[in-house]
């Protein structure tokens, strides 16, 4: 596609419900970034993949956090057991290359998590 | 203390001044982004550099890579300007960013 597409854009989640957020990055980009951004603040990075190879998860908060990406284009960020403080926007960023150095990101517009 | 530091934290302009962002980060990098980003969570990357100066219409974005310190201009800023914006750097091994807190600026016609 043109751009980098999440989905959905808004999501209201009861606390304990498990959610799944999709990214669809730029058609041949190598590199898919996942990103938390809270409230007021900057997007804190959560997670890496190289095609399907997930490179780097140091950021996922918990265990109830999982990403995976198994043809290496679309990529899914599954939360489970959702709490309040897991509300935030989560947005998908997409390079051409891999990342041994520094690349153009293009981001998604982001999906928006509300727990209640 | 954030490895990516930017002021201020938020800036109100009135049309038509000069307007200028600072970022301090303390880690080596291979490149720094300037980010924008408007409400609703739209992020466009507006320069990508990791030495001297770049310049697309009206921003301008420099880095002294001996100083730690990049800075973004906006000359003439315009109402359309407001958003916030972000500084990010690319680590030295290249996989991830690290995002400073953002700068809201807000141009009042």
């Known amino acids: 596609g043109a751009g980098v597409s999440q989905s959905p854009r808004y999501k209201v989640a009861k606390r304990g419900q498990d959610v799944a957020l999709r990214c669809d990055p730029i058609?041949?980009?190598?590199?898919l970034f996942w990103y938390q951004q809270a409230l007021g603040q900057g997007p804190e990075f959560l997670t890496y993949f190289q095609n399907e190879a997930q490179l780097d998860k140091s950021g996922l908060p918990s265990d109830r956090f999982f990403a995976e990406r198994p043809e290496g284009s679309v990529s899914t960020l599954k939360i489970q057991r959702t709490q309040q403080e897991d509300s935030a926007v989560y947005l998908c960023a997409s390079t051409q290359r891999g990342t041994r150095g520094a690349n153009v990101l293009t981001f998604g517009a982001g999906s928006r998590l509300t727990v209640l | 203390k954030n490895e990516v530091e930017q002021s201020p934290q938020n800036l109100t302009a009135q049309e038509g001044e000069f307007i200028t962002i600072n970022c301090s980060y303390s880690?080596?990098?291979?490149?720094l982004h300037w980010l924008q980003q408007h409400p609703g969570g739209g992020i466009v990357s507006l320069f990508m550099?990791?030495?001297g100066k770049k310049k697309h219409g009206r921003l301008i974005a420099t880095i002294n890579i001996q100083e730690k310190h990049s800075s973004l201009h906006i000359t003439a800023s315009h109402p359309r300007d407001s958003a916030v914006y972000i500084c990010?750097?690319?680590?030295?091994?290249?996989?991830?960013?690290?995002f400073g807190e953002g700068t809201q600026l807000t141009v009042n016609p």
């Open positions: 880690v080596g990098i291979s490149a």
């Open positions: 058609s041949g980009h190598v590199s």
């Open positions: 550099l990791s030495s």
């Open positions: 990010a750097v690319w680590g030295t091994s290249g996989s991830r960013l690290t």
